[in-house]
């Protein structure tokens, strides 16, 4: 994932499915949440976190990083996300993302 400092940005998640035991898939719709942290888990100023993720359609997802977010070029951030609740299953995963400035 590319992300721009000083550059609102976009979080997508496409095509998120659930494997039942069967093997049948099935297109997520439950609730959605992420979180950009620092490399010592430390949650970045700038967004109150978690963000939601808004469901577009069945299994796509969008949310937004805001310029305002607290980056600097060439760290090492972590983008965690979430997508489900306890009672329904919950999805997790951890992005590694390094910032950049943009060049125009």
Do not use: K
């Amino acid at each position: 994932m590319l992300l721009l400092i000083d550059n609102t940005n976009v979080v997508r998640v496409e095509g998120a499915t659930i494997t039942a035991l069967d093997g049948t898939e099935t297109l997520v719709s439950d609730p959605g949440v992420y979180t950009l942290r620092d490399r010592d888990g430390v949650e970045v100023p700038g967004q109150v976190w978690p963000a939601d993720l808004v469901l577009i359609n069945a299994g796509d997802y969008a949310g937004y990083l805001e310029a305002d977010v607290d980056i600097d070029p060439n760290m090492q951030y972590v983008l965690d996300v979430a997508i489900g609740t306890s009672e329904t299953g919950r999805a997790s995963w951890s992005l590694p993302i390094t910032p950049v400035i943009r060049n125009d």
